[in-house]
């Protein structure tokens, strides 16, 4: 037990800046620059989590994204963020981390014993199992268990996160040897140029991998590199993870800039993207290699040149491959004893390294909670606290796949790598298969000059290359429960095999069978490994095994950063009145309505009453409410009159001037789509009023059909519905109340008869008055400027006092039309209802010209007896309303079966009884007929009748 | 996210479009359409795997136009007005 901080070394971390952090109770110390995960190695901590399964004790197996194990949840910055990587996540001061799926520490985790079932919980088991009598009554006990991490719903994030949308000419992923290699030719052809990379410092793999370049030692170059490029004006984007390539080159990246809020979401839309995204090192198969102490050989020589950590004392170095070989030596320059075990019989010798063992491999590793030891196929044992392994390089082809980029398998890097360019991306060093540091230079330089051009040299790397020479291993001698494949969702090589022996053999079935590849790090250590197993133990070849499809995002990202602003009020922002404030004033209680935030009634309270009130008041004397929300689109020109007869189920060209009409308007289909009045203010002339949640989807169709079949220079139309506010006063006393305002109109019925528009004058401005009613009462529509709207609105209240009229909200508004049977399109409508449906078979019959939907009426379906027809429903006096959603319902033998159902429901104060719309089949013929309601098993009685139950004879409206 | 080409306005996000159909489905009119014709217009497409014409609208700007665009890899080779009586 030895892994500990060397005296000196470290070129990430600043010993003049010690800090202490906390992890599962316990005091950490660590360096300004340190990782989690660093700090964890340095103080020799050595469980870290808790396996997804088995709860099997976990240690930290790599440096960077691509984390299986050393997964955190750190309360920071004042928030918990749950599943973070401890490899990547900064140490700072006072930050408090917790292990993982362990209870109440790694260390002594209370559900380590469900490792001694491992063997009676393969994969499927829960499937297989968790059946009788169904999945259900199990699922909350198992998910309770199951899952990563913990999400705190009282941990709110410091503010939202910023999202910035942003565009260039070259996007490079990686600032890597091959990433700034890229940048820097793109920099010198004056290309802009975005360069991002998930470390905090730049360099990729010159950070830790020896290496000469243009003379300088490979960091040194790295960070000369940037600077160059920050002169040239690249934009270098360090913390900054690409996790999706969308269509058309849209980039997503999250930078996290150690802040309260959620990291930054950029939206980057590059004409061409460089994925120099290196490569990730796979693990081996031999049993017990989870144990914590194993760990990926090039994340050790990363602890060691970028933290100054030296892992283990008595080091074993597991290789299949030359890659570990500086590792080997580079540790044991550091003073730890090191044996090199490689599976080839002909590797290569390690300059220091005191034991090579060629041509063998690992069996097993020993120890119970941490490694102590490992065993080889000779036999031999060798003692070990810390068991290093390389069994190859998996590309990062991530990116390359999301845009749709094609795999090669390459037999010399035992991977799969890019086959070449996709037209919008190209891949550039050991993300592309490179191994030397040439080579990764010189692709890196390449693809950027196959782009933009550029003249800069490629850089000339010197010293010793890498080569790879790898002879895979994919199995161990024993699929055993004990060989990890996946260490994340603890997927063993007896996992796949039984996959494999219950046929499923495709990867999309073994991924979702076994969950290989699934949860936080979706497989980067071990798909290849899992899909290599399957191939070897169904005879395939790899290739013919395939990959399971990419996805984005490549890293977890988090929520906030993708929802930015979009939260709260302003998750879908509701559309606001101009009289908002009068009618807070009031005390209006405020109610969403199809997109709107109106006033549902006045003066708090429960509701009830006080609608009822409103709307007994409402025809007692008179109404004042808030109609602003109607649509108001005009539509202008010498075809004006042509076009709304063909928008318009009723025939609208034969309206006058100065005259006002209800209308439908029908989907192609024939269905009803919105309903309102038009209103011919002159020749050429149209003003259309439409639903109140509709002004949008109405204005784009009237648009679709201008551009379609009309002569738009001849036809114009403007939305005004934002630019006016409308006040409506409604009841038999409204006429009294609007004489006494200065509207300079002549209000006598003779002039403004029911169904007419004049213009008048509000305070020397312009306004409108229309007489259409929506309640069954005269009333008068008045339409002001918007920031008029206030004046109107409290001289009309003002004078409202003296003819005792209410102020009434939707509520009431919608009793009063219920009353009268007027409908709301989408309420007493729905996907199936025809005008004739409505009642309105009169266009239907005698128009003989071309409108929107017509053919659609006379289809066999249009024309069925039974169809769904509006009528009123009644019940007893005395009876509570029906629900609103109730169902007609008929016996059929001994079920019953729907026949409608109830689509408006209210108490009329006026009526004295309770009122009710329904759609019921061939319900226009069946009036004076009692039909079952039913709602949530309780069965009524409703009488049909007439959709109208208030002033039959419409008297009212002139009254 | 795809980035389409308005005729007027020019690139743009694709949420900031709205899809119109395609293009080239004439409106059967007269007294004698029959079903069988109506409900063609009404419900059957190509939806061709490879290039197709596209109706689409730009709702920032309110015009329809027509676009050429693979549906499989949604490679945009042409955007142009509406000529407006164009089949
Ligand atoms: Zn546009």
Redesign the interface.
Not at chain 1, 707 to 712: L, N, S, V, Y
């Given at each position: 037990m030895s892994a500990r901080r060397l005296d000196r070394g470290g070129s990430d971390i600043d010993r003049s800046r010690p800090l202490e952090f906390a992890f599962d109770g316990q005091k950490v110390d660590g360096f300004h620059g340190d990782t989690i995960a660093s700090a964890l190695l340095a103080s020799n901590i050595r469980i870290v989590a808790r396996s997804f399964k088995h709860h099997r004790p976990r240690g930290v197996w790599g440096a960077g994204v691509e984390e299986p194990n050393a997964l955190v949840d750190v309360a920071d910055l004042g928030r918990l963020t749950p599943n973070v990587r401890a490899t990547v996540a900064p140490a700072r001061p006072g930050l408090v981390a917790r292990s993982v799926n362990a209870s109440p520490t790694a260390r002594a985790d209370r559900y380590a014993f469900l490792d001694r079932f491992a063997r009676f919980i393969p994969a499927g088991f829960y499937y297989k199992t968790f059946l009788w009598p169904n999945w259900r009554s199990y699922e909350n006990r198992i998910r309770a268990m199951a899952g990563l991490g913990r999400v705190d719903p009282a941990s709110v994030a410091g503010g939202r996160a910023d999202q910035i949308n942003a565009h260039c000419d070259l996007l490079v992923v990686g600032a890597g040897p091959a990433g700034l290699a890229a940048a820097l030719q793109a920099g010198s052809a004056g290309a802009s140029t975005i360069l991002v990379d998930d470390g905090a410092r730049p360099g990729g793999s010159l950070r830790h991998r020896a290496g000469v370049i243009d003379g300088a030692a490979a960091i040194d170059w790295a960070e000369a590199a940037v600077a160059e490029l920050k002169r040239q004006g690249v934009e270098y984007l360090p913390s900054t993870t690409a996790f999706g390539v969308?269509?058309?080159n849209?980039v997503g990246l999250a930078q996290r800039r150690g802040e309260a809020r959620p990291d930054t979401l950029w939206?980057v839309?590059a004409r061409h993207v460089i994925v120099a995204a290196g490569a990730i090192e796979r693990p081996l198969p031999f049993a017990n290699n989870d144990l914590p102490g194993i760990m990926s050989a090039d994340a050790a020589l990363i602890y060691l040149r970028r933290y100054g950590v030296i892992v283990g004392e008595r080091i074993v170095v597991a290789t299949n491959n030359d890659s570990a070989y500086e590792v080997a030596d580079a540790l044991a320059e550091a003073g730890a004893a090191v044996t090199v075990i490689d599976s080839r019989a002909n590797g290569r010798a390690g300059k220091l390294a005191s034991d090579v063992r060629f041509g063998r491999r690992l069996t097993s590793a020993r120890g119970r909670q941490v490694v102590e030891g490992a065993m080889l196929n000779d036999g031999a044992t060798i003692a070990a606290d810390c068991i290093l392994v390389s069994g190859g390089w998996t590309p990062t082809v991530h990116l390359f796949c999301q845009a749709?980029g094609k795999l090669a398998w390459r037999d010399e890097l035992a991977a799969f790598a890019p086959a070449g360019p996709t037209s919008l991306l190209s891949v550039a060093g050991a993300a592309a298969g490179a191994i030397s540091l040439a080579d990764t230079l010189a692709s890196g330089a390449k693809a950027a000059r196959e782009f933009c051009g550029g003249a800069a040299p490629i850089p000339v790397s010197a010293g010793r290359e890498n080569t790879l020479r790898i002879d895979p291993i994919w199995s161990s001698a024993e699929r055993t429960d004990r060989v990890w494949i996946d260490y994340q969702s603890d997927v063993t090589a007896k996992d796949v095999e039984l996959a494999a022996r219950e046929n499923f053999v495709s990867v999309e079935h073994l991924k979702r069978y076994t969950t290989l590849g699934m949860a936080t790090d979706q497989g980067k250590t071990s798909n290849i490994g899992g899909l290599a197993l399957m191939a070897e133990i169904t005879g395939r070849q790899i290739a013919e095994v395939g990959t399971t499809t990419y996805r984005p995002p490549y890293a977890p990202t988090s929520f906030a950063s993708l929802a930015g602003l979009r939260g709260g009020a302003l998750m879908s922002p509701l559309k606001r009145l101009p009289l908002e404030a009068a009618h807070r004033a009031r005390g209006a209680v405020f109610r969403e309505y199809g997109g709107w935030l109106r006033p549902a009634y006045y003066g708090g309270g429960p509701g009830e009453p006080q609608i009822q009130e409103e709307a007994r008041q409402a025809r007692r004397s008179a109404a004042i409410f808030d109609a602003s929300t109607l649509g108001k689109i005009e539509v202008v020109g010498p075809q004006a009159a042509e076009f709304v007869d063909f928008i318009y189920y009723n025939a609208m060209s034969t309206l006058r001037p100065g005259r006002c009409r209800y209308g439908l308007m029908l989907s192609?289909?024939g269905i009803v789509f919105d309903d309102g009045v038009l209103a011919r203010l002159g020749e050429d002339r149209f003003l259309v009023s439409c639903s109140s949640s509709h002004v949008g989807a109405v204005h784009?169709r009237l648009?679709?059909w201008r551009?379609?079949?009309?002569?738009?220079k001849r036809l114009f139309i403007h939305n005004a519905t934002s630019h006016l506010a409308t006040v409506t006063v409604s009841g038999p006393r409204a006429k009294a109340l609007l004489s006494e305002l200065a509207l300079r109109i002549d209000l006598d019925d003779s002039a403004l008869p029911h169904m007419a528009v004049c213009d008048g004058d509000f305070q020397g401005g312009e306004m409108r008055v229309a007489r259409v009613s929506f309640t069954g009462d005269r009333s008068y529509e008045i339409s002001v400027p918007a920031d008029r709207a206030e004046d109107l609105w409290m001289q009309l209240i003002e004078l409202g006092k003296r003819f005792e009229a209410a102020v009434i909200g939707v509520e009431a508004l919608m009793i009063l039309r219920a009353e009268k049977g007027y409908i709301g399109i989408g309420k007493d409508t729905d996907g199936a209802t025809m005008p004739h449906d409505l009642g309105m078979a009169g266009p239907r019959e005698r128009r003989?010209d071309?409108y929107v939907g017509r053919?659609?009426l006379f289809?066999?379906e249009a024309t069925r007896a039974d169809r769904r027809q509006l009528v009123g429903l009644s019940v007893s006096a005395g009876e509570p309303p029906l629900a609103t959603g109730a169902h007609g319902v008929e016996a059929v033998g001994s079920k019953q079966r729907s026949i409608g159902y109830v689509t408006s429901s209210y108490m009329s104060p006026t009526l004295g009884f309770p009122i009710a719309l329904g759609l019921i089949e061939r319900g226009a013929s069946r009036r004076g007929e009692a039909v079952d309601i039913r709602h949530l098993g309780e069965m009524r009685r409703a009488t049909i009748g007439a959709p109208c139950a208030f002033d039959l004879g419409g008297t009212r409206l002139n009254a | 996210?795809?980035?389409f080409p308005c005729p007027f306005c020019g690139p743009r996000d694709?949420t900031e479009f709205?899809y119109?159909g395609e293009a080239g489905n004439v409106?059967?009119?007269g007294?004698n359409?029959s079903?069988d014709f109506?409900?063609n217009?009404?419900w059957f497409r190509a939806n061709p795997t490879g290039p197709s014409r596209e109706i689409w609208?730009h709702?920032t700007c309110?015009?329809?136009f027509v676009m050429t665009r693979d549906a499989s890899?949604?490679v945009?080779a042409d955007s142009s007005p509406?000529s407006?009586?164009e089949p």
């Open positions: 969308y269509d058309h849209l939206r839309r749709r192609e289909s784009a648009e679709e551009q379609d079949r009309f002569d738009r003989l071309e053919r659609s289809t066999e | 996210m795809q980035l694709e709205h119109g409106r059967p009119e007294a359409v079903a109506w409900a217009y009404l609208m709702m309110g015009e329809f890899t949604h945009v509406n407006g009586r």
